[in-house]
């Protein structure tokens, strides 16, 4: 297994912080279009990936070694749970439900567990 090194998680913090000001961007145009209905999960889907970029600052400054396949899994994880956030903020704005919604951040928790649960297993048999 490879570790990743301080470059790469420099890298992904780049794509983190590119990724936050993207969904901020689209949830603010998003928002204005919507005639005035607002949504919280629309509003603030961009802190799941600060939530990862503060994760990465964390592994860096305590000098934590993080596997390749944990860290894919990990970020996977954070992309579906932002996903979630924004397709809830878009059906909170039309005013509809969808009985199928709890899927996204269901499958976005167990990539983060599954992404732990690999990292703890690596580290332990090394």
Do not use: Q, R, W
Not at 20 to 28: A, D, H, N, V, Y
Not at 41 to 60: K, W
Request: hydrophobic share 60%.
């Amino acid at each position: 297994m490879s570790i990743l090194d301080i470059k790469d998680l420099k890298n992904e913090n780049i794509f983190n912080i590119v990724f936050s000001i993207f969904i901020l961007l689209f949830g603010i145009i998003y928002e204005v279009f919507s005639h005035g209905v607002i949504s919280y999960f629309m509003i603030f889907a961009f802190l799941i990936p600060i939530i990862n970029f503060l994760i990465n600052i964390l592994f860096i400054k305590c000098n934590i070694k993080v596997f390749h396949i944990s860290k894919n899994i990990f970020t996977a994880g954070v992309i579906t749970l932002t996903l979630a956030s924004i397709v809830k903020g878009v059906l909170d704005i039309y005013g509809t439900t969808n009985k199928l919604i709890f899927i996204y951040p269901v499958v976005g928790i167990i990539l983060l567990i599954i992404s732990i649960i690999i990292e703890v297993n690596i580290t332990k048999s090394e």
